[in-house]
C-alpha cells in the first residue's frame, strides 16, 4: 500500500499570499497517478487536479499540480477567501487508492 | 444535472449491520464505476469498495473485507453496501462516488455511528 504524507499539517496564510502544499509517497506512484481534493466542512471532498498537474473542469488556474515520482506539490497563487479549506492528496496508481492525512489552509 | 443520494445511514451497535443505498440519477448509472469512500472524524477519506458497471470486477479494502458488500441493480440506478458486524472503527461518513480513480461526482455522505 502507497503511504501519502502531507505537510505540513497547517497552514497559516493571509489573503492574496501563495500556498504551498507537499505530499511525498512512500512509493514511487506510477504514471503521475496523484489528484488533489479540496474539502469544506459539512461537504465532501471536491477534485482540484489529476495527473499531477492537469485541472479538473471549472477549476480556477491559480491552483497548479506539479511532481513525479514520491514527491508531488499542489500550489496556489493567490489565495482567495473561498480557498481557505483542507486539502488532500491521493494516489490512483495502484490498488488500494489511498489518500494523504491532510493539510489545512486556515486564515492567519 | 448528476446527483448521488445516500440513505439507510444511523446508530448501530457493535457486531450490528445496516445497509446503505445510494440513487444515483442525471447520468447513465449503468455505464460508470461506483465506489464508496469512507471518512472518519478528522481524518482523510479511506476508499472503502468499488464496483465495475457490470458488478462484476469488486475491489474491497482489507480493513472491511469479509464484512462489507458492494452491490449494484443498474435497472434502479442504486449502488448499495451491506456493513455486517460493524466495529467501532467503523464510525465514519460514508460517501457514494461515480468512479474508482478520481471522482468527480459525490453524494452528501451518510453518517454511521458505531456504539454501545
Known amino acids: 500500500e502507497i503511504v501519502l504524507t502531507q505537510s505540513p499539517g497547517t497552514l497559516s496564510l493571509s489573503p492574496g499570499e501563495r500556498a504551498t502544499l507537499s505530499c511525498r509517497a512512500s512509493?514511487?506512484?506510477?504514471?503521475?497517478?496523484l489528484a488533489w481534493y479540496q474539502q469544506k466542512p459539512g461537504q465532501a471532498p471536491r477534485l482540484l487536479i489529476y495527473g499531477a498537474s492537469t485541472r479538473a473542469t471549472g477549476i480556477p488556474d491559480r491552483f497548479s499540480g506539479s511532481g513525479s515520482g514520491t514527491d508531488f506539490t499542489l500550489t496556489i497563487s493567490r489565495l482567495e477567501p473561498e480557498d481557505f479549506a483542507v486539502y488532500y492528496c491521493?494516489?490512483?496508481?495502484?490498488?488500494?487508492?489511498?489518500f494523504g492525512q491532510g493539510t489545512k489552509v486556515e486564515i492567519k | 444535472q448528476v446527483q448521488l443520494v445516500e440513505s439507510g445511514g444511523g446508530l448501530v451497535k457493535p457486531g450490528g449491520s445496516l445497509r446503505l443505498s445510494c440513487a444515483a440519477s442525471g447520468f447513465s448509472f449503468s455505464d460508470h464505476y461506483m465506489s464508496w469512500i469512507r471518512q472518519a472524524p478528522g481524518k482523510g477519506p479511506e476508499w472503502v469498495s468499488y464496483i465495475s458497471s457490470s458488478g462484476t470486477s469488486i475491489y474491497t479494502a482489507d480493513s472491511v473485507k469479509g464484512r462489507f458488500t458492494i452491490s449494484r441493480d443498474n435497472a434502479k440506478n442504486s449502488l448499495y453496501l451491506q456493513m455486517n458486524n460493524l466495529r467501532a472503527e467503523d464510525t465514519a461518513v460514508y460517501y457514494c462516488?461515480?468512479?474508482?480513480?478520481?471522482?468527480?461526482?459525490w453524494g452528501q455522505g451518510a453518517l454511521v455511528t458505531v456504539s454501545s
Open positions: 462516488a461515480r468512479g474508482q480513480q478520481t471522482p468527480v461526482y
Open positions: 491521493q494516489q490512483y496508481g495502484s490498488s488500494p487508492r489511498t
Open positions: 512509493q514511487s506512484v506510477s504514471s503521475s497517478y
